[in-house]
């Protein structure tokens, strides 16, 4: 069991390292939105963080959870249309 949480976790802090490189704030900066595009990357950033530290001290469960955390950040983002991304569907949840 540990040793495929272990896998779980390495697999998607990879993924959302690509997501990470992808992702950029397209409101404009006078809108009400990039206040909350500005603050939503900032979660993503904090919770992605928190991720790679539970990891390192082999909390992988917390890892996860955190990580969980963090793609519902981005997921949210690219479905209300305040990040522009690369329309890869296997890095991000889309809306139609």
């Known amino acids: 069991m540990d040793e495929e949480l272990l896998k779980r976790v390495e697999k998607y802090i ?18 009400v939105l990039y206040i909350y595009a500005k603050d939503s990357l900032n979660m993503i950033r904090a919770y992605f963080d928190d991720a790679l530290y539970f990891r390192e001290k082999g ?38």
């Open 14 to 31: 990879e993924i959302e390292k690509r997501a990470l490189e992808q992702i950029r704030i397209i409101v404009p900066e006078n809108s």
């Open 59 to 96: 909390d992988n469960i917390n890892a996860l959870s955190a990580l969980n955390y963090s793609y519902g950040w981005i997921d949210s983002g690219v479905r209300l249309g305040i990040f522009k991304t690369d329309n890869d569907y296997t890095k991000f949840t889309f809306f139609k």
